[in-house]
């Protein structure tokens, strides 16, 4: 039984770590996805408190199968209310600060009140507000590619927008960097300089291949037939 409830809440805590990793994630997602995974852990703890774990695949299977009616003894229970609460109080220590109300203006500029906005910058946010143009391109765009738009049009904004998105979030990056820099550079190939390969490998634009080799002079080889 035990055994079934740890699959199941590392198969939960691993599907929170991919949300957390990619090229395009930011504070934002990271935010949503935490705050969405500790209140899952209150109602987990809630459902689990009241004997009920239809949220828990693998103990759920487990209970039918010995015959207990989905019924957990009061060991386990308290167990499994235990182990639900040390992780909500790491990310409570490991995150104290996970407030959005610093982010709602990243989130949507034209559903936020202007008083919640710097003094200095509010005639600049009415402005933006009232934009029409601006409004279409970030219900087209994702808030990575609008804000950016947004610096010559609305400086002071967007530069409040932009420092909030700007922090990496998890190490995700400088590992696939790592990652590919052992597929590159092995032990058969330990003296080969990696930096522009390995700029090419992470580098999300594609390079103009036949640009290079015009760039390139071609060399021939002359065969003395004597």
Not at 55 to 84: P, R, V, W, Y
Not at 104 to 114: C, E, G, I, S, T
Not at 162 to 189: H, M, N
Request: proline content about 4%; hydrophobic content about 40%.
């Amino acid at each position: 039984m035990c055994l079934a409830y740890l699959v199941d809440i590392f198969e939960q805590l691993n599907k929170l770590n991919l949300q957390m990793q990619g090229r395009n994630t930011n504070i934002i997602k990271f935010v949503d996805a935490l705050g969405a995974f500790m209140s899952k852990l209150e109602n987990w703890k809630r459902k689990v408190n009241t004997k009920i774990v239809a949220m828990f695949e693998k103990l759920t299977s487990i209970l039918d199968i010995c015959g207990e009616d989905k019924m957990l003894s009061q060991f386990a229970k308290n167990e499994i209310l235990q182990h639900l609460t040390a992780p909500k109080n790491e990310f409570s220590r490991y995150f104290p600060e996970l407030g959005d109300d610093e982010f709602d203006l990243v989130r949507n500029p034209f559903k936020l009140p202007v008083e919640r906005v710097p003094d200095d910058c509010q005639d600049e946010f009415l402005e933006l507000k009232t934009d029409s143009e601006a409004r279409d391109m970030f219900d087209e765009k994702s808030i990575t590619e609008f804000w950016p738009l947004m610096c010559e049009s609305y400086p002071k904004v967007s530069g409040i927008a932009i420092c909030a998105l700007r922090p990496f979030v998890s190490t995700y990056l400088c590992e696939s960097g790592f990652s590919t820099l052992l597929q590159i550079k092995t032990k058969q190939r330990s003296r080969l300089d990696v930096e522009n390969d390995l700029r090419y490998a992470l580098s999300s634009t594609s390079p103009n291949i036949s640009e290079f080799v015009k760039a390139k002079q071609s060399q021939f080889l002359s065969f003395d037939e004597s």
